[in-house]
């Protein structure tokens, strides 16, 4: 019963507010240019632009809305939804946003897409008041797109909203809508309330085409109900209207009676059911659609009552009975689950194979193939079972178990390998398993190890176990596991799955003293997971026994980087009150693990604490050093002063230059350059220590580059050693590139990547190259880079480097090299930034280069919309004449169209309009063509584009 809603005014919004900005202003103005000149595609294109480059413009809803309706003015119903859909959801005032959310409702009706058209117009009915002209219209249409959806309860709701909103006189929405609510509460359950909508329906339009039927459904529903007078009454009113329900009206009766019995069926006991039906049958008025229905109940209430023999004749006589095929499968599958039930599987296939070939597309069409399936599995002939399986759908809700049947039947034919891969497909690779994926995990371990493949049985087992520690199938998995791990020769790892197959419990534990020492040994060895597994058996034991072993997890923990447990443990031993030895030990690595991460406050106060208790420990003057450094990396440069001057006095050799070469740095952090530069100095002219000494040097011409004084810094970096050396160079050299000495540069830090390594080389490869660039060297510039690139892609200086190869490479005449690199450059590259533009300009003359138009289309294309001046204009060119190129003419026109309208360049505006005229004509668009040739001939008469149009054309 379709009815159509009023016809929604076309009328579009206005600017609501003024415009953000210029750029925002321009973009406008395109679009509406466009759309004046009837370039809907265009247009719409460009409002859409506008949305996305300008998302809080208050003219954000309106662009989107002029979009929708120049999509819909090109017959283009997709892209008319996704405008719509943008114009509803931009937040703020947006007048039309009820019309545009029953226009979006209307399409995606159309489209089928009632989910989506239900959110529409429910939004649509949430924000319009109570006597809005589109509520009844509305409502109406979503209560449709709930009932396709199956989401009854709420069509229902829907229907009878829209028909209290239709207040006028002929019913409209009222009508249809009560009828539609009737189906939807009989859909739920609600009888009643549905003859009551029925009867509603009717009456609210007695003269409407559907009160006839609405008055026979009333009658229906109430014999449904047992109200037999009710009936009477409706289906007299029903029978004076004429017509096809009226002549209907004689068989209700009979059909009621049926409906007492399917009601029957559903509340009462099945002997009651088997009792009323054999009464309806023997009654002899029922027609044969009747007569199966009634067949059917029986032969269901007698399965219940455990006679499979009488269900089975019962089951016959219905299918024999049936009208249609609906009716017939039902029954057939009846018979076929009754005589499964006897165990003739050979009849039972006749009659699953029956409904297959006479019942078409009938529902039960998977249930029958499983049937099948399950008769042959109960007769084990798995190859005709395998292929009934494989008959199930995959989304049908038997198809897992139709899955497992045939990784059995595999199992059972011997085939272990089909078998094993069949059960694993049935174990979801993440999330939840449920029992058939549980029995499928273990019969794969089982399937894989007769398949020979130990290695997969073991990983199907172990999996298992992770999953399933308490799972039914545990054991034999466990098993399985121990036997694939025998197979491959690891005996003692066998024993333990064994072990826990048989009896679930570890081997007994050694003694205490002899697992502490063993997890000693392990330390010695470097074995710290194993370590710290035999002290986690210790921890409960008392007295020292436990304290040393949670002092051994700890180290473990902190060995293997889990510095998180380490301190837990360390920190939860000391809260325990542990002494001596283990407490200077654990203080020790608290200070240690703190320095590690970078908590200094920590690492002080463990240090601080070690001291305090443990003056005269052998480690106490490392602690002291280590208080230094959290003192110094906590920005407490006078507490570290304090704490490392007194160990210069006191340290010898080498301890004496660490502390000293430590110092030295937190008197630069101290804001105090001249003292350190003089305890950089004593290092470096004095110290025992080579490396510190190095690192002094470089310090020293570091903080001399920092003044500026290249001069005075070049002794103590040429005079670094060692593994600094590299870096030494590589600071002087990029100073002398700073400097613009790039001669002497290249020298350096030539002599610098001899040394260098990791990011450093690659720092000192950029400095090369660019030195070697800007003396004209570019391959051998070239040579550098792409070694920096190749090596270090993710160095901070290879981005710039990409910029400078592509340009080196471009300089050499190899394009695509050039485009790959400065495609790299611009991936991550600052919109707006000067260098940005000059890579993309690049990349776009190397990929014209190559012709490669897409890509230099690309290219350009950022260019025009990331700036506003002349190159832009020309990029913006660029890019119409790329899509002429490849014969896209209505991009060029649209490229060449928002160039005439955002740039007043005299060079490229009259070349564009003259391109953009060109491509209407070919694109048989004369009017369009026209009116740029004679804007053209206006605006630039004297360019050389005008020239070459000539005298104005007729009959263009």
């Not at 959110?119 to 809005?132: I, K, M, R, S, T």
């Not at 004689?250 to 559903?266: I, P, T, W």
């Not at 079972?385 to 008959?391: D, S, Y």
């Not at 309009?913 to 063509?929: D, I, M, S, T």
């Amino acid at each position: 019963m379709p009815f159509s809603p009023r016809v929604l005014a076309p009328v579009l919004l206005s600017g609501l507010l003024a415009a953000q900005d210029s750029r925002a202003d321009t973009r406008w103005q395109v679009a509406l240019g466009l759309q004046q000149r009837s370039l809907h595609e265009e247009a719409a294109k460009g409002f859409a632009r506008f949305a996305e480059e300008f998302p809080s413009d208050p003219r954000r809803a309106e662009a989107q809305y002029r979009a929708g309706t120049s999509w819909v003015a090109l017959g283009r119903a997709a892209e008319a939804v996704a405008a719509l859909q943008k114009a509803v959801a931009t937040p703020g005032v947006f007048p039309l946003r009820p019309e545009a959310r029953y226009r979006l409702g209307q399409l995606h009706r159309e489209a089928k897409r009632w989910a989506d058209a239900e959110a529409c117009l429910g939004a649509l009915l949430q924000e319009v008041p109570a006597d809005h002209y589109l509520r009844a219209a509305a409502g109406f249409a979503r209560g449709e797109c709930l009932r396709e959806a199956g989401r009854d309860a709420e069509a229902l709701d829907a229907f009878l909203a829209a028909a209290a909103a239709d207040r006028e006189a002929e019913g409209a929405h009222a009508v249809p809508a009560l009828y539609q609510a009737a189906f939807a509460a009989l859909r739920l359950g609600q009888r009643e309330a549905a003859a009551k909508h029925f009867l509603a329906a009717a009456e609210r339009a007695p003269a409407h085409t559907a009160a006839t039927e609405c008055l026979y459904r009333a009658g229906e529903v109430r014999l449904a109900l047992g109200d037999v007078a009710g009936a009477d009454e409706a289906f007299a009113r029903a029978a004076k209207g004429g017509g096809e329900y009226a002549a209907r009206a004689g068989e209700a009766r009979a059909r009621a009676r049926v409906a007492g019995l399917r009601a029957l069926e559903e509340g009462g006991r099945p002997e009651d059911v088997v009792r009323s039906a054999r009464d309806l049958l023997g009654r002899g008025d029922l027609g044969p659609g009747l007569r199966a229905e009634v067949g059917e109940c029986l032969g269901r209430a007698l399965l219940a009552t455990g006679d499979a023999e009488g269900a089975h004749r019962a089951y016959v006589d219905a299918a024999e009975a049936a009208p249609d095929a609906v009716l017939r499968g039902e029954a057939l599958y009846g018979a076929c689950l009754a005589l499964h039930r006897l165990g003739r599987h050979a009849d039972a296939r006749a009659a699953a194979e029956t409904l297959l070939r006479t019942c078409p597309e009938h529902r039960l069409h998977a249930h029958a193939w499983f049937a099948i399936g399950e008769s042959w599995f109960a007769e084990r002939r798995t190859e005709p079972a395998l292929a009934a399986f494989a008959r199930v759908p995959a989304d049908h809700a038997l198809c897992r178990k139709a899955q497992a049947r045939q990784a059995w039947c595999h199992y059972l034919a011997g085939e272990h390998g089909r078998a094993a891969e069949a059960f694993a497909a049935l174990v979801p690779a993440q999330g939840e398993v449920d029992t058939v994926g549980e029995e499928a995990l273990a019969m794969a371990a089982v399937a894989w190890l007769a398949a020979g493949q130990p290695d997969a049985a073991l990983r199907a087992a172990d999996r298992y176990r992770l999953a399933f520690p308490q799972g039914t199938h545990l054991a034999r998995s466990e098993r399985v596991a121990a036997r694939a791990l025998r197979a491959k020769g690891e005996a003692k790892a066998a024993a333990e799955r064994l072990a826990r197959a048989e009896a679930g419990e570890r081997d007994p534990a050694r003694r205490g003293e002899d697992r502490l020492e063993r997890a000693d040994l392990l330390v010695e060895q470097g074995r710290f997971r194993d370590a710290a597994a035999v002290y986690a058996g210790l921890r409960g034991e008392s007295g020292g026994l436990g304290q040393r072993a949670g002092v051994g997890a700890a180290w473990c923990a902190f060995e293997l980087g889990d510095d998180e447990v380490a301190r837990r443990e360390a920190e939860g031993l000391l809260a325990a009150g542990v002494e001596g030895d283990n407490e200077a030990r654990l203080l020790d690595l608290l200070a240690i693990l703190h320095l590690r991460n970078q908590r200094w406050a920590e690492a002080g106060s463990a240090a601080q604490r070690f001291l305090a208790r443990h003056a005269a420990h052998p480690r106490a003057a490392e602690l002291r050093y280590a208080l230094g450094v959290a003192q110094a990396r906590a920005g407490d440069a006078e507490g570290a002063r304090r704490t490392l001057r007194p160990l210069v006095e006191t340290a010898q050799g080498p301890q004496r230059d660490r502390v000293l070469h430590e110092l030295a740095h937190v008197e630069a952090k101290a804001g105090d350059a001249k003292a350190a530069e003089a305890a950089f100095r004593t290092v470096a002219d004095t110290g025992e220590d080579a490396e510190l000494r190095d690192d002094a040097h470089l310090q020293l011409g570091l903080a001399a580059l920092g003044r500026a004084e290249l001069a005075a810094a070049r002794p103590h970096l040429e005079a670094v050693r060692g593994a600094l050396r590299g870096r030494a160079l590589l600071a002087l050299g990029g100073a002398l590139v700073q400097q613009g000495d790039d001669a002497a540069a290249v020298a350096v830090l030539e002599s610098a990547l001899a040394t260098l390594r990791g990011d450093e080389r690659g720092e000192g490869l950029y400095f090369a190259g660019l030195a070697r660039q800007r003396r004209g060297g570019h391959a051998e510039a070239a040579a550098h880079l792409g070694e920096l690139l190749r090596t270090h892609p993710g160095h901070a200086r290879a981005r710039e480097a990409r910029l400078v190869l592509g340009e080196c490479e471009l300089a050499r005449g190899d394009a695509a090299r050039a485009a790959a690199w400065l495609e790299e450059y611009l991936k991550d590259a600052p919109a707006g930034s000067p260098d940005t533009a000059r890579g993309l300009l690049a990349l776009g003359m190397a990929r014209l280069a190559r012709k490669e138009h897409a890509a230099a289309e690309a290219a350009f294309t950022k260019v025009a919309r990331g700036r506003a001046d002349a190159r832009a204009a020309e990029a913006q060119y660029r890019i119409g004449e790329v899509r002429a190129a490849r014969g896209d003419d209505a991009g060029a026109a649209e490229a060449w169209l928002e160039l005439t309208i955002l740039h007043d360049h005299g060079e490229w505006v009259p070349r564009a309009l003259l391109g953009a005229g060109r491509c209407y004509e070919r694109l048989g668009r004369k009017e369009q063509a026209t009116k740029l040739f004679e804007e053209l001939r206006r605006r630039h008469p004297d360019s050389p584009q005008a020239a070459e149009l000539g005298p104005k054309r007729r009959g263009v």
